[in-house]
């Protein structure tokens, strides 16, 4: 137990200080010494101390893993915190007395704010609402809203406002000071690059043709020479400062090939109902 | 879509109202609704047949004709609301969790005024002991039981279990110990476990007193051996008996004891009455604190039971302990809103086909909801039409009604489409409604206001109901809806106006945002960016693309389905093809022999003829 505990002290200071390496053999350390005390999945029978110091080495772990921008490390750290958390559910309701284990330290918010950026930014939105749906009940039944906890409003209102299509808020929320921790801020440049492709996708859409010079407010790029250098990567071409979006060789040519398509669908379908009606009769 | 699903619910009722028999609560989805039919009138004459026997003990002597009729309209009646509240009951409870006292409430009264109907007309026979009564319904369930076993037929079965929530009312601890007593010696096991949870234990010493006990004492060594299923059956009595006098903890030790013994059976004929078992068993679970909502819930504690009882059943092809199994669980993970387990449970289980309508509801509603909170709106969509469509139509079943239409209503607001203003207008649901009226009234109308003030209005509803995020998720669709009715109404606009008109915070979003909804083919239309206008484009003829072709096609479709599951759903007789074989070729015979003897006769006349001509 002892010994635990100053591993995770030292865990916490090579954390601090950046040095991974270092983290991760601690790390890998912590976890067998907490596999040998069986705790790695908390148990009625597991002493309090020893669950919350097997807490602490797993929001660790997933924190350096974060920094390290391992997703598939975080995740799985993500997925063993659970059951501590679900004891921290637990606890957190109304009508349950208190119990002896200590939530000060949890950073269960935080951890799931990130894991929620996290599925943002990798467009995982089914199990972003998963996730969400579980947080909406839990802070319906404390009566208040998910919105109450800045780490998790934060991708709250970053997906909101993506499904609704109000990027230059998106990108007021990764520029400014309202991203919670500097761990948020490491999604930043994921999610500018997710809504600069959305805005590239509907602007090819939308307009007939765009200044470049409006088309670098809009993309939110630094320059010129950056949209330039985007333009040519989508494909657009470009002529007298402006930007034309390639047209979807539609219309005539299409049409003629659709009548064929249709009439024989057409045919086949009333073949079919011939069939269907011939068994009924 | 909803006005197809409304004009079958409507000729449901129709014929609900026309026909005077009881098969018509099954009847709004194909199949079961064919299936019960042949048991459902068989019990009424069943009724029919034992009616007059009681009255003969009575040595009532009054015209026979004209009352056996009046006993048979009523036997039948009786067994009509049997059936609606055996489905009921399950439904409600499954459906709206949190409402469960007031549910059951409701549903109690709803008993009370049909079995008063029913003595009403009784009443005019001699007075019968309701007491004696379910003794004697108790027993004449036995017999069905045995005959399910010897025909190894399950419909036996299911009209037992059907015949359950027309005596709830009538249960009481001396009712089962005395079926007890007379079924079982007093030495078996069966019968101390079952009187011990009745807390009847000294029943066989009290017993013999009763004077009905020597009528009986002769059918003792008959019933010597006691199948399992009659076993089962007065366990799931004895079950509901302890839930409906909220003895929740003695329920729970009960029915985990009860679950043991089951498991160890391996009978087909019990599969249902296992279901069944199983059902009440997670309903006791449910009701024991931690209540659900917390993850640590007493709920969490029977999955193992639950999930091992849905390996065996598996294994045994077991299909009513499977469905009814599945359906729990999902209930279950929803309930602690572990909605990824319950996502996973479903990728590897298959739901059986075979399943009985009301668990295949249920089934589809819970998916619905797992789909509709994972995004996959069309795919929620449809099944939450399902499972409004099989839910039972009996007012007693409304819970679940309402449940799956105001979730259907929701996902259907998510899709951009608006619900169908009947939907609305239909008496079961015209209350629960109203907040989802309102919501999709300011969808359709693009009131941005006006739908976050009735989100916080209805806050607390909408959170019961469980719908509450995917309502906040709908304020993407109502500002989609604005635009497109500004793209609709106006062949240009300025990126101002549509800024104000929806309330949004600044140009530059609506501009994004109307990109967005060009993009994703809400609208048709091209953006100025210089200029700062949207300018729509002309809207074609819908007619001349082969949109309404498709449309045509969908409903082909739909209703040459529906024919060939009707024809699947029919019941046909083992063995009755034969029959018409044979008929077949005896007219066959008599044909061949009619032939024979008009060609006799045609001889004759020949003959006849010849001679004539001879002459």
Redesign the interface.
């Known amino acids: 137990m002892s010994d635990l505990q100053s591993l995770v002290s030292e865990l916490h200071g090579a954390i601090e200080r950046k040095q991974f390496d270092v983290a991760n053999d601690l790390l890998s350390r912590s976890k067998r010494a907490l596999l040998m005390q069986n705790a790695l999945i908390p148990t009625s029978s597991t002493p309090p101390q020893l669950v919350v110091l097997a807490r602490q080495v797993l929001e660790l772990g997933a924190l350096a893993s974060i920094r390290q921008t391992d997703a598939q490390l975080f995740t799985r750290y993500y997925q063993q915190l659970q059951p501590f958390y679900d004891l921290e559910r637990h606890a957190g309701l109304p009508g349950q007395g208190s119990s002896k284990l200590d939530f000060s330290t949890s950073q269960r918010s935080k951890i799931t704010g990130l894991y929620l950026l996290l599925l943002l930014s990798m467009g995982d939105s089914a199990n972003f609402h998963t996730v969400l749906e579980g947080l909406v009940e839990e802070a319906c039944l404390k009566g208040g809203s998910v919105e109450d906890d800045a780490c998790i409003k934060y991708p709250v209102e970053l997906e909101r406002n993506l499904m609704e299509g109000s990027y230059d808020k998106v990108w007021r929320e990764t520029k400014s000071e309202r991203v919670p921790s500097e761990d948020f801020g490491l999604f930043s440049n994921v999610l500018i690059g997710t809504i600069r492709n959305e805005i590239a996708g509907c602007s090819e859409k939308a307009y007939p043709s765009l200044p470049i010079s409006n088309a670098k407010n809009l993309l939110f790029l630094e320059s010129e020479g950056a949209v330039i250098e985007f333009a040519k990567q989508r494909g657009w071409i470009l002529r007298d400062g402006r930007i034309y979006f390639p047209v979807e060789p539609e219309a005539t040519a299409r049409s003629e090939r659709d009548i064929l398509v249709a009439s024989g669908t057409v045919i086949e379908n009333a073949l079919g109902y011939a069939r269907e009606l011939e068994t009924i009769v | 879509m909803p006005a197809e699903r409304r004009s079958l619910r409507s000729n449901n009722k129709s014929d609900t109202s026309s026909s005077a028999n009881g098969e018509k609560a099954n009847s709004n989805s194909q199949s079961p609704g064919a299936k019960d039919k042949a048991p459902t009138t068989r019990a009424a004459a069943n009724k029919a047949k034992s009616a007059p026997t009681k009255k003969d003990a009575k040595g009532a002597s009054n015209g026979n004709m004209g009352d056996d009729d009046k006993s048979h309209t009523n036997g039948s009646k009786s067994t009509e609301n049997g059936v609606n509240g055996s489905e009921d009951v399950e439904m409600g409870d499954t459906a709206v969790p949190p409402t469960k006292g007031s549910k059951s409430s409701g549903k109690d009264k709803e008993d009370d005024v049909t079995m008063e109907g029913a003595e009403d007309v009784e009443t005019t026979e001699p007075e019968v002991d309701p007491t004696t009564k379910a003794i004697q319904d108790i027993k004449s369930n036995f017999t069905l039981l045995e005959r399910a076993v010897a025909h190894f037929d399950p419909r036996f079965t299911l009209r037992v279990l059907r015949s359950i929530s027309s005596m709830r009312k009538h249960l009481t601890p001396e009712v089962l110990a005395e079926v007890i007593v007379e079924t079982y010696s007093a030495s078996s096991s069966t019968a101390s476990f079952l009187l011990e949870a009745l807390g009847q234990t000294n029943a066989f010493e009290n017993a013999p007193a009763s004077s009905d006990m020597e009528v009986d004492s002769d059918k003792n060594p008959i019933a010597q051996e006691t199948l399992a299923e009659v076993d089962a059956y007065l366990a799931i009595l004895v079950q509901i008996y302890l839930f409906d006098q909220r003895e929740i903890q003695k329920g729970v030790q009960f029915s985990t004891n009860l679950i043991e013994r089951l498991r160890a059976l391996n009978r087909r004929t019990l599969d249902s009455l296992t279901a069944r078992a199983y059902f009440y068993y997670s309903l006791f679970f449910e009701q024991i604190a931690?209540l659900p909502?917390?993850?640590?819930a007493a709920v969490t504690t029977i999955r193992q039971p639950l999930l091992a009882a849905l390996r065996t059943a598996v294994l045994r092809k077991d299909v009513d302990t499977q469905a009814t199994v599945m359906t729990l669980l999902l209930r279950n993970y929803l309930s602690t809103?572990?909605?990824?387990q319950a996502?996973l449970l479903i990728s590897h289980n298959p739901f059986p086909v075979a399943a009985s309508n009301n668990q295949i509801a249920r089934y589809l509603f819970y998916l619905g909801r797992i789909r509709a909170?994972?995004?996959?709106y069309t795919e929620a969509h449809s099944h939450l039409i399902g499972a409004t469509r099989k839910s039972p139509a009996s007012p007693v079943a409304r819970g679940f009604y309402q449940a799956s239409n105001k979730l259907l209503v929701v996902v259907e607001l998510l899709m951009g489409d608006i619900p169908d203003r009947a939907v609305f207008r239909q008496p079961a649901l015209e209350r629960a409604m109203h907040p989802y009226l309102l919501l999709s009234q300011a969808v359709s109308v693009a009131d941005l206001d006006g739908f976050l003030n009735i989100v916080n209005t209805y806050s607390e509803t909408f959170?019961k109901d469980?719908t509450?995020?995917l309502i906040l998720?709908l304020?993407?669709n109502v500002?989609k809806t604005g635009i497109r009715m500004m793209s609709l109404s106006y062949s240009r606009i300025s990126l101002r106006d549509i800024c104000l008109r929806l309330g949004?915070?600044?140009e530059?979003?609506a501009?994004?945002?109307?990109?967005?909804?060009?993009?994703d083919g809400v609208i048709e239309?091209?953006?100025?960016?210089?200029h700062g206008f949207m300018k729509s484009k002309e809207v074609g003829d819908i007619y001349a693309t082969?949109e309404p072709?498709e449309a045509f096609?969908e409903r082909?479709r739909a209703c040459?389905a529906l024919?060939d599951e009707s024809v699947k759903a029919m019941r046909f007789p083992m063995n009755q093809h034969r029959l018409e074989l044979k008929s077949a070729q005896e007219a066959r015979e008599r044909e061949r022999e009619l032939a024979k003897e008009i060609q006799e006769g045609d001889m004759d006349d020949e003959d006849a003829g010849g001679d004539f001509d001879a002459i």
Do not use: M
């Open positions: 931690p909502p917390s993850p640590a809103s572990h909605i990824s996502d909170i994972q995004l996959q959170r469980g509450y995020t998720r304020r993407q500002i949004l915070d600044s530059e979003s501009e994004y945002i109307v990109a967005k909804a060009i993009r239309a091209t953006l100025d960016h210089e082969r072709g096609h082909i040459l024919h």
